[in-house]
Each structure stands twice: as structure tokens, then as C-alpha cells.
């Protein structure tokens, strides 16, 4: 059984930092990419980063390089998304998603290519 579990989030004020945890069971994350998501009220999801495979390739929204790392621990199965000088903007609902790697390989920000979903971390900045 494939269940995603994200953690992490909360209240943050505007130049703070948070680290997600996205907790993965039933699949490899060998096989499946790993990306993260967010969706802001009245917008539409956009892809975050992504991190995918045995060498661990990443991918970044141009918009938030330099500011957010991905990374993951294998023994854990758990990926963690690292979000440094926050925004007011970046509040938003975050979700991490599952999806074969081959699959994501050519559009890691594209929503529609991930088959399994967690429910969500709310990530809120504000002073």
C-alpha cells in the first residue's frame, strides 16, 4: 500500500526557514520520483522540486533556486524539502507526490504525471 506523509509545516515569519518531511511506504524510491508540490488559495498547483532515482537527479521551479533544497534519505524513505528565506508568497498548501521516475523524467513540475499524493502541510508566512 503506497502512503505518503508530510510533515513539517506551520507558521513561519517572512525570512524564516521551515524543512518539510515527506515519509514514503509501500514502493522504492529507487523506482518513483519524489516531487513537491504547492497550491495557494485561488491558484494552481505548481511544481516546487523533484528528486529522482539511485543517483538522486533534481529539479527546481527556476523561480525558487537558491532559496529550497530537496534531498532524501534512502534509509528512511523520506524525503525533506529545506525552504530558506520565506516569503509571504510562499505561503501555501505543500504536497509531496509519488511517480515512476521514467514517467516524471521529462516534466518533474508537471502535477499530472504523479500517481500517488499526500494530504498536504499548510505553510504559512507571515510576521
Known amino acids: 500500500q503506497v502512503q505518503l506523509v508530510e510533515s513539517g509545516g506551520g507558521l513561519v515569519q517572512p525570512g524564516g526557514s521551515l524543512r518539510l518531511s515527506c515519509a514514503a511506504s509501500?514502493?522504492?524510491?529507487?523506482?518513483?520520483?519524489i516531487g513537491w508540490f504547492r497550491q495557494a488559495p485561488g491558484k494552481e498547483r505548481e511544481g516546487v522540486s523533484c528528486i529522482s532515482g539511485p543517483d538522486g537527479v533534481t529539479y527546481y521551479a527556476d523561480s525558487l533556486k537558491g532559496r529550497f533544497t530537496i534531498s532524501r534519505d534512502n534509509a528512511k524513505n523520506t524525503v525533506y524539502l529545506q525552504m530558506n528565506s520565506l516569503k509571504p508568497e510562499d505561503t501555501a498548501v505543500y504536497y509531496c507526490a509519488a511517480g515512476f521516475r521514467t514517467v516524471v523524467a521529462d516534466r518533474p513540475g508537471e502535477w499530472r504525471r504523479y500517481d500517488y499524493w499526500g494530504q498536504g502541510t499548510q505553510v504559512t508566512v507571515s510576521s
Open positions: 509501500g514502493f522504492s524510491l529507487d523506482y518513483y520520483a
